[in-house]
């Protein structure tokens, strides 16, 4: 009697293991809106200088979120002048940007803007890093010329760029290479047409349809030299340059259009613009 009861225990025992596995088991089960079991990476979420981030254990995959406003205003003392402006308040920036380390070595980046409430592609693309000194990145962003114009706008000193960034190249879909150390910069890259809002990608479209046109393409470098670099003294030597052919992106094509509006956003009448 006392093995029958033995037996029973031990049943019941391993009965009772084996649904605590079963549990346990289907409580890290994770599955998709289309019912298939995906792989699971836990992530721990703070906030870093009040950006929200979200990071792996091992610190090998990290996403964060990237948002980013900004107002502008302008009143203009000009009334009963010849060529009055006209005076306002607007957004100038309202960005959303998710951005993605992924085992330490690849990264992506989706940059959206919704100011105007206008959808505008601002940056799009992945990238490898194998080292600490070395970055291919494919997509779309913005070709390697002119230290104002590869700023982000969050770190720049005004809201509106000078009018000289007129003359340098804006983010293209392409392909660029980078290699660095402390005393040297180098970039090089090819890229091709503009695809922001669907402004630019109808005129791209429509001189594809109507007229077979090629939409162009360009090759753009940069090489920048720091032969001294000491915590008290720096010398920076750099240069960059472009070979490009004409691009379809604009009303025109096989046409070149230079263009740019005022100190701020307030003002949509253009006094330098090579269109007209």
């Given amino acids: 009697m006392l093995k029958h009861y033995f037996k029973v225990a031990v049943f019941g025992i391993v009965l009772g293991m084996c649904i605590t596995n079963v549990r346990a088991q289907s409580d890290s089960i994770r599955k998709d809106q289309y019912g298939l079991i995906v792989n699971r990476i836990p992530m721990v979420s703070e906030s870093r200088n ?17 948002l980013r ?3 502008d205003g302008a009143h203009y003392f000009d009334k009963n002048a ?4 006209g005076s306002g308040a607007t957004i100038r920036r309202l960005r959303f ?11 992506g980046e989706v940059d959206l803007d919704f100011a105007g409430g206008v959808l505008e592609v601002k940056d799009a693309f992945i990238g490898f890093k194998p080292g600490d000194k070395f970055y291919v990145k494919a997509g779309y962003f913005k070709e390697p010329i002119s230290m104002e114009t590869t700023t982000t706008s969050r770190y720049q000193t005004f809201i509106e760029e000078p009018y000289m960034t007129m003359f340098a190249p804006q983010r293209q879909i392409g392909i660029n290479v980078s290699n ?5 910069l180098a970039a090089l890259g090819i890229h091709f ?25 360009s090759f753009t470098g940069k090489l920048a030299l720091r032969p001294i670099h000491t915590d008290k003294f720096l010398v920076h030597i750099a240069g960059s340059g472009s070979y490009r052919t ?6 025109f094509a096989n046409a070149v259009r230079f263009s740019t509006r005022d100190m701020t956003n307030i003002n949509r009448k253009k006094f330098l613009d090579s269109d007209d």
């Fill in 82 to 85: 010849l060529n009055e402006l």
């Fill in 246 to 251: 004409p691009k379809t992106s604009s009303e």
């Fill in 69 to 71: 406003v900004n107002f």
């Fill in 50 to 66: 009040g950006v929200l981030v979200f990071e792996s254990k091992d610190q090998s995959i990290k996403t964060w979120f990237d």
């Fill in 97 to 107: 940007a998710m951005k993605t380390i992924l085992y330490k070595t690849w990264t």
């Fill in 193 to 217: 047409n503009d695809v922001e809002n669907m402004e630019v990608v109808t005129y791209s479209q429509n001189a594809n349809k109507d007229f077979g046109t090629d939409e162009g393409y």
């Fill in 180 to 184: 660095w150390n402390k005393f040297y």
